[in-house]
């Protein structure tokens, strides 16, 4: 499984944007998520969503402002992103479990990142 991140940019604050991560392989039974990383801290989880797409769960810190959603007809997942603030600044990363966490360290398979930068 290779995933592929896409979408990041730079945005104002309150703006949108939404991020994509095309997989290649069987994902359709694999759990998959959103983290990010900020300079000079740890890596974060920021949504997950399960197999079908019916179920999402989300950090606190975004909930209510990202969405996460799935297809699984195109392989790919979506973080659309709303209500951007600055401390939303971060590499975005997407990744791929076969279990259902919000452990960086249980997800086997990860895309490269795509840098979000929200300035005011």
């Known amino acids: 499984v290779q995933l592929q991140a896409s979408g990041g940019g730079l945005v104002q604050a309150g703006g949108s944007l939404r991020l994509s991560c095309a997989a290649s392989g069987r994902t359709f039974r694999l759990y998959r998520g959103w983290f990010r990383q900020a300079p000079g801290k740890e890596r974060e989880f920021v949504a997950r969503?399960?197999?079908?797409?019916?179920?999402?769960y989300y950090a606190h810190s975004v909930k209510g402002r990202f969405t996460i959603s799935r297809d699984n007809t195109k392989n790919t997942v979506y973080l659309q992103m709303n209500s951007l603030k600055l401390e939303d600044t971060a590499l975005y990363y997407c990744a791929a479990s076969q279990i259902r966490t919000s452990d960086p360290l249980q997800y086997d398979y990860w895309g490269q990142g795509t840098q979000v930068t929200v300035s005011s």
């Open positions: 969503i399960n197999m079908n797409g019916g179920i999402a």
